[in-house]
């Protein structure tokens, strides 16, 4: 007959293998990576989910007014142009899918960063500070802005009329046209919005991704109707 153990079994008893402690080193290393490869592509992903972090709280400090509005454009500039340089890999862009997602699946609450990435802008290149009135504005816009802003305008239809449909080739064209205008006036004219939108739509798109044919025609439209627009509300 068996003899009963000493102590008494419950769910939790563990008795130790010696076949396991031979394979297991408790002062051992744990490695996420087995490669360079893997390895580069887990720190570029923690350096993504840190620059959202940052951009988060660096908007929030923004709508505080606790940092100087240059500061805020110089930080806000240098982690977007991480965020896009990290996304330039192709295996990181897999790895990372979109921002839904990667916010879901690390659970980030980042409302303010989103919106931020959304554009690819600081909000001193978006909105014109409101503190500045129109007649301020309107002494600032000497000759030599109100020229390179047309300028801006026409480089961009030009391009659309070219047939440029990719995003690394429009959407450097509507960041200069948006932060031009924004020199020239803090006017919400008919078409200002729709260059916004157009620079949130190029922004979630691949670098080497391109517009249909019914978006070309749409964005060629639309441009073309807020540079009427835009000199409308100069007169």
């Not at 919106?115 to 909000?123: F, N, T, V, Y």
């Not at 290149?125 to 409101?130: I, K, L, N, T």
């Not at 006036?185 to 729709?194: A, H, I, L, S, Y």
């Amino acid at each position: 007959m068996q003899r009963p153990p000493a102590y008494a079994p419950t769910p939790y008893s563990y008795t130790p293998h010696s076949s396991l402690n031979a394979t297991i080193n408790l002062d051992e290393e744990v490695r996420l990576s087995t490669t360079t490869a893997e390895r580069d592509l887990y720190e570029s992903l923690a350096e993504v989910y840190s620059i959202i972090v940052t951009l988060d709280a660096l908007e929030r400090a923004f709508l505080r007014d606790s940092i100087a509005e240059a500061d805020y454009t110089e930080t806000c500039s240098r982690l977007l142009k991480q965020y896009k340089s990290n996304l330039t890999d192709e295996n990181v862009a897999r790895a990372f899918g979109d921002l839904e997602r990667f916010k879901a699946e690390w659970q980030l609450e980042c409302p303010r960063a989103t919106e931020r990435l959304k554009i690819g802008l600081p909000a001193t290149g978006v909105d014109q500070p409101s503190n500045v009135s129109t007649q301020q504005q309107r002494t600032n816009a000497d000759s030599l802005k109100l020229l390179a802003t047309s300028e801006n305008f026409i480089t961009l239809l030009d391009a659309i009329r070219l047939g440029y449909k990719s995003k690394d080739s429009l959407h450097p064209l509507l960041a200069d046209t948006i932060q031009a205008v924004n020199k020239v006036t803090d006017k919400d004219f008919q078409g200002k919005e729709k260059i916004v939108q157009w620079l949130i739509t190029l922004n979630q798109m691949k670098p080497a991704q391109e517009l249909d044919e019914e978006q070309t025609r749409e964005l060629g439209f639309d441009m073309d109707s807020a540079y009427h627009a835009f000199k409308e509300a100069l007169t």
